[in-house]
């Protein structure tokens, strides 16, 4: 389905906004205009769903969490950045490998399977995007992931 994406990824911000318990601070750097997409809009709510969960649960309280949207010549690059534990390096690319989970005690005590990010992977290329994160323990982690853009579709509208 055609979405204009920063709608779509602004009413998902919100219904966390309302739901989420802990004192996390949500920052939004989303551009204004309309960036219509089309993707398959109940697969990527459940990649953003995956990827905003984990930044909550490995938020500390009082943390912020960044939301942003860059535009760029032929896709949109959007990243999801907590002030988290972290992940050690070179396990970074792990989390995106099935049952993967960086530490089994901490992980078994907050919950999951370890596919969230698995599966997350796995619709990202589907739509022909990529999906990846940076992190530093102790610091935070950006989860950033990317679908394709044509800033030409909406002139051809026009
Ligand atoms: P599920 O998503 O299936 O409920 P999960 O959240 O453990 O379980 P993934 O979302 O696939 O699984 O994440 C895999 C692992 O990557 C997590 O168990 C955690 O160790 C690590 N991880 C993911 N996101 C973060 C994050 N924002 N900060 C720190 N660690 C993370
Ligand atoms: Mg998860």
Redesign the pocket.
């Known amino acids: 389905d055609w979405v204009n994406f920063t709608d779509f990824f602004n009413k998902i911000i919100e219904r966390f906004e309302m739901t989420k318990s802990q004192h996390v601070t949500f920052i939004k750097k989303i551009p204004k205009d309309d960036l219509y997409v089309d993707i398959d809009t109940d697969k990527i709510t459940q990649v953003l769903d995956?990827i905003i969960s984990?930044?909550l649960?490995?938020s500390p309280e009082g943390g912020h969490i960044t939301f942003k949207v860059n535009v760029l010549p032929a896709e949109i690059e959007i990243s999801i950045r907590?002030e988290?534990?972290?992940?050690p390096k070179g396990e970074v690319n792990k989390?995106f490998d099935r049952f993967?989970?960086?530490?089994k005690a901490r992980?078994r005590k907050l919950?999951?399977?370890?596919?969230?990010?698995?599966i997350a992977k796995e619709m990202v290329y589907a739509h022909g995007g990529d999906i990846w994160a940076k992190?530093k323990e102790g610091v935070g982690?950006t989860?950033y992931f990317t679908i394709p853009y044509n800033p030409e579709q909406e002139d051809e509208w026009e």
């Open positions: 995956n984990n930044a649960k490995y907590d988290g534990v972290g992940i989390i993967y989970r960086v530490d992980s919950g999951g399977t370890g596919l969230g990010l698995a992190s982690t989860v």
